[in-house]
């Protein structure tokens, strides 16, 4: 160890506060980015294990290859394990009606490997084990509409989708039943040993007319592979340069969380918070480390002159710094890595339970967020922090090494005085005495060593408002998501989206309610029949920022799209009573939910809450064009005029006709539109009068989730019921209960819906679980976000009181000589008070500004993901503004006490070393 190493040791020892200081603020960096790197890393493996949980492991998938195909692409570079399911053949097991319109059970074979590639989630029973046993979903019963159950043994006929004319159908070719038929059929007797939960899109397409049956073993027709490659990063190229089978697919939530999709507008957000996140990290060290190591500097500017002055060059001079930076990073980087650790470990096993309740399905809550060490995320934090540091101690270490001995030793840079600049206003002095003009005078005469201490309370304001923005963003924003459910748990009608009126029984469905009703844990049911439609309003009617922002104009009327809600007497009765009106009149009651839009204007984008509503225009008419029902036809769409839009939107022409297709074409979802017949508006078209009557203030039990929705009731209201509609335009049939201890009551239901025979009709949602889940959410984003608040602001204090402390320490001799000269500790005091007014006033002239700017930042970045307004950060900039004071007077009252307790001689000769 050299004299000089030596004796930078020594200067760390005998100045242990401001060492400390420093070693706090390296351990508090390292800490915080060891805390984002690790818990990114354990947040991403958390999320791909609940990939491959859902979903599987696999990495892409290719859809109906031959063997040939499967051959050559087991070959294929890269290609690391592949798993098939192999097509076994349709059988049909529904009736085909047209509630039922998916009647098939799809037959596949597993191969030997498919769990390990794919995730099976076993609810009953067990996997099959010969070609003779089936494992069904939980969906069979419900999408086919037959009776399927656990241990049923079925004598099924087995054979190949073909068109009459011979040609084969796939499971994306829709089912009509007169255009298509079975082929190579067999028949044999099959067990149903197993029930699982359904398979997403990819696996199981919502498009085929059926549902998955597994098996193993069997003759197969085609093949359905899941692959995984030696790299996931390759997935989405592989998939683009190789044309396998009838179509392909990605395993999209594993390669999103694993960074590797196409989804550029998510990684904008993504990168683009991160980004922000470690620089409000990396400032905030910086702002803290450098302050150290520049006060340090200033401290021993003597020194270094002397040293210089006996043959140091500049080279020693600067190695001294970097020596003491390296030092304090031995200590301070280790400790930094195991707080960092330690504390994200414990905040991850702390929220275990909440992010368990985030996820619906009892194999994803199997998977628990915990901390992951990956030694290149420690690498990176320690490498950063070293970075900060050496970056911190460079600059003022290059800043010595300028200094002249002569200049070193004089310390004439310090402080360097001109007239005009230590003037100080008479008011001043008015004010605050000759105190204060003395402490005005020193702000000037030593602007280096002021412009510190106003930095640090500078960088303090803006990394708190800073973090307090891009936390308040996440925070409100997803708690805007659970303020829309009312209603616990949510009964619907599964068979399909192709409900018409003749296929919906109030009489059922309110029957339904009355037993959900009985049962011990539901309060309350609220049902509806409902169905959207598009309505024209004029504009005296709609409220000018729902014109300038939300609706489309046409031909002087604004088009709407509000959802019908058709109620039972006395739940409309209640309604009428919250919203004033009276229920004899049959008119409508309308929810209009406020709605966050994008406006813009001079180019600018702006974000404001819209009601569609003037509420001065209720009670409201509007004249509707009801297409009326024909015998034997169902109702397909409108034909629009041909018109030049150059956007696509073919209704901005006039109506000149009505589609209708025979009955006898329709089969559930399937439509044959070779028979379309064209009525004229005046044949089809007649006008009604709807009446809306009032506003409900608060969205009802029975709430949609619609921005606009009208309640009517059954009775009475005929005309807009009974009305033909698109067919692709449902009626949802849903039932919404309330019921506080929901878990109780969703077991119930089920119960209830299977006694009944009603689980292949009616599902249950708990929607208060949903809600809980997003709750939980934000409880997650909470801790994360306030503790990263907490951390940021534990390095401004320290760098704060750091640079204010050292200062004071440094200006020693400058007070004795004030006390010499007879000024008493009231005196001192004031002087003291009136410079903390003006450290805390500078630092907030130019600390709001910026941070208002760089919340405005944040809130450019996070719009890249949703839709909200920007915010003053008014409560940031309080809670900044007065702690900027309480910081900067504690700190000053710690420093100043010790100084008073000198002697002025023992001052007056003492080195600041």
């Given amino acids: 160890m050299n ?49 491959i949980a859902d979903e599987g492991s696999y990495h892409g998938m290719f859809d109906e290859i031959s063997d040939a195909e499967l051959e050559e692409l087991r070959t294929q570079d890269g290609i690391e394990q592949t798993a098939t399911l192999d097509g076994v053949g349709w059988t049909l097991v529904g009736s085909g009606e047209r509630e039922f319109s998916q009647p098939y059970l799809r037959i596949r074979s597993m191969s030997n490997n498919f769990t390990d590639l794919v995730a099976v989630e076993l609810l009953e029973g067990r996997m099959p084990q010969n070609d003779r046993e089936l494992l069904i979903s939980d969906r069979s019963a419900a999408v086919t509409g037959a009776e399927l ?13 073909v068109t009459k004319d011979g040609n084969p159908l796939s499971e994306y070719n829709e089912y009509f039943p ?30 085929m007319p059926g549902s998955l049956a597994l098996t193993v073993g069997g003759t197969c027709t085609d093949h359905k592979v899941f692959f995984t490659l030696d790299s996931i990063g390759d997935t989405l190229d592989f998939l683009r340069e190789h044309d396998y089978g009838s179509s392909s697919a990605a395993n999209n939530d594993l390669l999103l969380y694993a960074g590797y999709d196409d989804n550029a507008r998510v990684n904008a957000v993504i990168y683009s918070l991160v980004a922000i996140l470690f620089g409000l990290i990396f400032l905030g060290s910086v702002a803290l480390i450098y302050n150290s190591f520049s006060i340090s500097v200033s401290e021993r500017t003597k020194q270094f002159g002397l040293l210089k002055s006996i043959g140091s060059t500049n080279r020693q001079i600067r190695r001294m710094v970097l020596t003491e930076a390296l030092l304090l990073c031995v200590i301070g980087i280790p400790l930094g890595l195991l707080v960092g ?4 470990g414990l905040t991850l096993r702390f929220l275990q339970p909440a992010f368990s309740s985030m996820v619906s399905s009892a194999i994803k809550q199997a998977v ?83 412009r510190s201490t106003v930095v640090s309370l500078f960088m303090s304001i803006v990394l708190f408002v800073s973090a307090f923005s891009f936390a308040d963003y996440l925070r409100k924003d997803v708690a805007e998501n659970v303020q829309d459910s009312v209603s616990d748990l949510v009964v619907y009608n599964q068979t399909g989206y ?26 309350d049911v609220m049902w509806t029949l409902c169905y959207t439609d598009t309505l024209k309003f004029p504009a005296s009617v709609v409220s000018q920022a729902a014109q300038d922002s939300v609706l489309r104009e046409s031909n002087g009327s604004y088009i709407l799209y509000p959802t019908f809600c058709f109620l039972p007497e006395t739940d409309y009765r209640h309604l009428c009573t919250q919203a004033g009106v009276d229920p004899e009149t049959r008119q409508a009651v309308a929810y209009d939910k406020e709605r966050l839009v994008t406006a813009y204007e ?64 329709v089969s559930g979802e399937n439509v044959t539109t070779n028979n379309e017949v064209l009525i004229s508006p005046e044949e089809a078209v007649v006008k009604r009068e709807l009446v809306i009557g009032g506003l409900l203030q608060e969205p009802p039990l029975a709430s949609s989730g619609h921005d606009l929705t009208f309640y009517l009731p059954l009775e009475g209201t005929e005309n807009l019921w009974q009305s033909a509609r698109p067919i692709d335009n449902p009626v949802l049939e849903t039932l919404f209960l309330q019921a506080p201890e929901h878990a109780a009551a969703k077991t119930e239901a089920d119960a209830l819906l299977q006694g009944q025979e009603l689980n292949k009709r009616y599902g249950v949602r708990d929607t208060r679980e949903d809600k809980e889940g997003t709750q939980s959410l934000l409880l997650v984003l909470n801790v994360f976000t ?97 702690s900027v004071f309480l910081v900067v007077f504690s700190t000053m009252l710690y420093a100043t006490g010790k100084i008073r307790k000198d002697n002025p001689i023992d001052a007056l000769k003492q080195e600041n070393l």
């Fill in 3 to 51: 004299i000089l190493t030596n004796y930078t040791i020594r200067c760390l020892k005998k100045n242990r506060v401001r060492t400390l200081v420093t070693l706090i603020g390296i351990i508090l960096s390292v800490s915080l980015f060891t805390a984002v790197a690790e818990g990114a890393w354990s947040g991403q493996q958390y999320l791909m294990n609940i990939a």
């Fill in 149 to 161: 159950e656990l241990g049923q043994t079925l004598t099924l006929s087995v054979g190949q989708r």
């Fill in 178 to 207: 007169e255009e298509e038929q079975l082929a190579d059929v067999t028949e044999d007797t099959w067990t149903i040993v197993g029930v699982y939960h359904r398979f997403g899109n990819n696996i199981e397409s919502y498009a």
């Fill in 341 to 344: 650790c330690g504390g994200i």
């Fill in 368 to 450: 628990t967020i915990k901390l992951v060490l990956h030694w290149p995320s420690l690498a990176i934090a320690a490498g950063v922090g070293l970075f900060t540091t050496l970056v911190s101690a460079w600059i003022p270490a290059k800043r010595a090494t300028r200094l002249s001995p002569i200049s070193a030793i004089r310390q004439s840079t310090d402080v360097k005085v001109r007239a005009k600049e230590i003037k100080v206003s008479p008011l001043t002095g008015k004010l605050f005495g000759f105190p204060g003009t003395l402490a005005a005078k020193n702000f000037k005469r030593s602007r280096k060593q002021y």
């Fill in 498 to 523: 192709s409900l018409s009126v003749e296929a919906v029984d109030p009489d059922r469905t309110e029957a339904l309610a009355k037993l959900l009703k009985a049962e011990e844990h539901v309060e």
């Fill in 602 to 665: 001079d180019g600018s984008r702006s974000f404001q809450l819209v009601s569609l509503f003037r509420n001065s225009a209720l009670p409201m008419t509007v004249t509707l064009d009801v297409v009326q029902p024909r015998a034997g036809m169902i109702y397909d769409r409108p034909e629009y005029e041909p018109c030049d839009d150059p956007y696509g939107f073919e209704d901005e022409g006039e109506i000149i006709g009505y589609n209708f297709i025979p009955a006898e074409d």
């Fill in 786 to 882: 306030f503790g990263f608040i907490i951390l940021i602001s534990l390095i401004a204090a320290a760098n704060v009181f750091n640079t204010i402390s050292t200062n004071v320490a440094l200006r020693r001799r400058e007070f004795a000589t004030l006390k010499s000269v007879g000024m008493g500790d009231k005196s001192f005091g004031r002087m003291m008070r009136f410079e903390c007014l003006l450290y805390g006033s500078k630092a907030l002239l130019w600390g709001l500004p910026v941070s208002i700017g760089i919340s405005w930042l944040i809130w450019k970045a996070v719009t890249n993901a949703f839709i909200t307004s920007y915010r003053l950060p008014w409560t940031a900039m309080a809670i900044a503004a007065g």
